[in-house]
């Protein structure tokens, strides 16, 4: 890990192993030698398929935290889940060349994680740039792939949405109290999801920093963001259609914030035409992404992947 990056830990909830909903840390080494991070819940004997969890841009293995717990305590099918951190966030260690942090670089390490977890093949859950990591996984090893949830991605993305991110990034303080984290979340997200109140801006200021000497500290690297210096933001983002067609074999759900400024309800249509099967689940007052921690939206996940494995052949 680079010297400037403080050793960090996650304070949201506990990393002690319980039947409540804990997990144990898992830490691999990619092929090219960085210490990747995961969060490992669930019995690794279940006899129910596993699933892994994949994050966003910037974010961290933690958003995962209530879906991994709602799955690997599920009452008639508990599953092992694996909720990781790509290289650069969370607790993964950073990489000294940002040009590395690319979903292609990411789907691999995912790949290496799978191999030193023991885990030949999953159903996929991707959270923005974690849904793209999982489209190239289909073009690259699609008998990985036993089913996958879209979580506010697809294979247009509104460079609105991308513009936005890069400013919100630019201006991503480093506060000095949680108070001051919460309210940094609320002002930047707050008109996206109307309906969060003050312990869910913690809850989620908590997920977006770490901790260090008891203030927040940056969960994921800065140079992360030299890649948005490079985007074209007055003509269309180049679009990956081919890539969602590699997952035209895998059982696909697809989530919508109702408030996406980067999932275009034109675009998750146009999905819905190539894969008339698709289960389409669009979150009301949320915005990109929506946050996987409601009952409704726990259940609706859940149910997906218990018919994806009841259907398959």
Known sequence: MRADVPTPTMPATSGTPS????????????????????????????????????????????????????????????RRVLALSFRGRGLSEHDRDWRNYTPQTEASDV?????????PHAAFVGTSRGGLVIMRLAAMRPSVLKAAVLNDIGPEIDQ??????????????????????????????????PRLGPDDWMAYARKTYLEHEGRPALAYDPALRRHLNGIAFDRPLPAIWPLFAALANVPLMAIRGANSDILAAETLAEMAAQRPDLDVFEVADAGHPPHLVSNHALSRVSRFLTRAEDDKP
């Not at 898992?26 to 892994?52: E, F, N, Q, T």
């Not at 990034?169 to 008109?191: D, T, V």
């Open 160 to 193: 609105r949405g991308m513009l936005r991110i890069k400013k919100t990034l630019e201006g991503f303080p480093r506060p000095a109290s949680w108070e001051e984290a919460s309210e940094f979340m609320k002002r930047a997200y707050g008109h996206a999801f």
């Open 19 to 78: 039947p409540t909903g804990g997990w144990r840390d898992l830490y691999v080494s990619s092929r090219d030698g960085l210490r990747l991070h995961a969060r490992d819940y669930g019995d690794r004997a279940s006899p129910w398929g596993p699933v892994i969890c994949l994050p966003g841009l910037t974010r961290n293995a933690a958003d995962f935290h209530e879906l991994a717990s709602h799955l690997a305590n599920h009452r008639h099918r508990p």
């Open 111 to 119: 790949l290496d994680v799978m191999v030193a977890a023991g885990v």
